[in-house]
């Protein structure tokens, strides 16, 4: 099992930055892949960006360059810097791991970007 628990969402005008944080019950070493999702109302749910146990990152189109997945295995923590934020970024953001074949999720912030 692993619980996820995010932090960090608000209101924020654009232009501006938010850094969202995914707590992990377990040590992230041992988590295969985790990474941020967004899902925007009448939108499904969408990839931003994942890391795996590795490092190796990867971003969607619309937010490469702009917002950057990090990880720091001591605190088990999974870190989404977001920079330059435009109103299409609002969203309620989940944290995901995979582990063992399995898909946790964390219940999710809301990030607001007003115009």
């Known amino acids: 099992q692993v619980q996820l628990v995010e932090s960090g969402g608000g209101l924020v005008q654009a232009g501006g930055s938010l850094r969202l944080s995914c707590a992990a019950s377990?040590?992230?070493?041992?988590?295969?892949?985790m990474g941020w999702y967004r899902q925007a109302p009448g939108k499904q749910r969408e990839l931003v960006a994942r890391?795996?146990?590795?490092?190796?990152?990867n971003y969607a189109d619309s937010v490469k360059g702009r917002f950057t997945i990090s990880k720091d295995n001591n605190k088990n923590t999974v870190i989404l810097q977001m920079n330059s934020l435009k109103p299409d970024d609002t969203a309620v953001y989940y944290c995901n791991a995979l582990r063992l074949g399995v898909w946790y999720w964390g219940q999710g912030t809301q990030v607001t970007v007003s115009s």
């Open positions: 890391i795996t146990s590795g490092g190796s990152t």
């Open positions: 377990r040590n992230i070493l041992s988590i295969n892949n």
